[in-house]
């Protein structure tokens, strides 16, 4: 989920932890609660600096070891260790169990949007992206909104979001029968289906997929349950190719093909220097597929330039390389 709705959540936690009468009745402990539930609520995303390292390292990592199983357990320790350390004596076992909800549930629910998470390392790393919920949704959103503006209305904060949640839980019921809906009218649609993969959009009705057959991609979209097709492509393996060798090589495109499930290749070859690109064939924006990963390499094969992440013009995308094709 995006920031805000994480934050509200941590508030929710917080608030449902006045159902507790030993956290309820003790000021100093449900202020405790609050904090760590909010810091818990945030501090998966920590991995978001990685953003000031490079994009590789940011795909590669983000939403990876700092998700994982270890991770969950850690993060509480770490918050509560460190409040423990600068606040009185209180019911301590009681605000780490909050603080890990807190964690855990942040973890839980990134894994319903289109990007998920590496949530069961160690164990694989495998992404988890069920594909339901967009990273912001306006109706969860809203909802915890609504919880927060009955906290002013004197509601008590436990029942306020007993209810927000009950509401919560119905939605997440009506997005998976939805998405279940658009899967099985794209099985009616396209002969030979092998992989839907289904992206929210921030508009309730509206959806991206990306569809494989054994030879051909789809991207399509749904809206208000009518599929239309936008573009197809040729499946093409990857090729035991010296170019594509040594694209596969460079930081940029190994991040970049660790994360995307789904993608088309293309290589040039121009004067003096190749160019390979990998297009992610879940994101498509106003005719563009902004998610990619280009390298440029020299006559011997070595790397020129590269680059790897979000750029919505072709006019942008040349200025983050280095060399210009002719």
Known sequence: MDTGTHVLMGVALGSLASLDPAIAHDPFLSHAVLIGTLAGSQAPDIDTILKLRNNAKYIRNHRGITHSIPAVVIWPLLIVGIMAAVYPET????????????????VFV?????????????????WIALGVIHTFDPVIFVLHLLGVGALFLGVHPGYAFLAVYALVAAYYVFRFREQANIKQLVHASIHGVTDIITVPTWRPREWHLAISTDSEFYVARVK?????????????????HPVINAAKRDENVAAFLSFSPVYRWEMNEYDDYYEVRFTDLRYRSKGYYPFVAVVQLDRD??????????????????????????
């Open 301 to 326: 094969l070595n790397m020129v330039s590269s680059y790897t992440g979000w750029i919505f013009s072709e006019g942008r995308l040349r200025k983050k390389l280095e060399v210009a094709p002719n």
């Open 224 to 240: 208000r349950g009518r599929l239309v097709i936008l573009d197809r492509f040729q499946k093409r393996p990857l090729p035991d």
């Open 110 to 126: 990134d894994i319903f949007n289109a990007y998920g998470t590496q949530a069961l390392r160690p164990f694989t790393k495998k």
């Open 91 to 106: 019911d301590w076992l009681r605000v780490w169990l909050w603080t890990f909800v807190a964690v855990a549930f942040h």
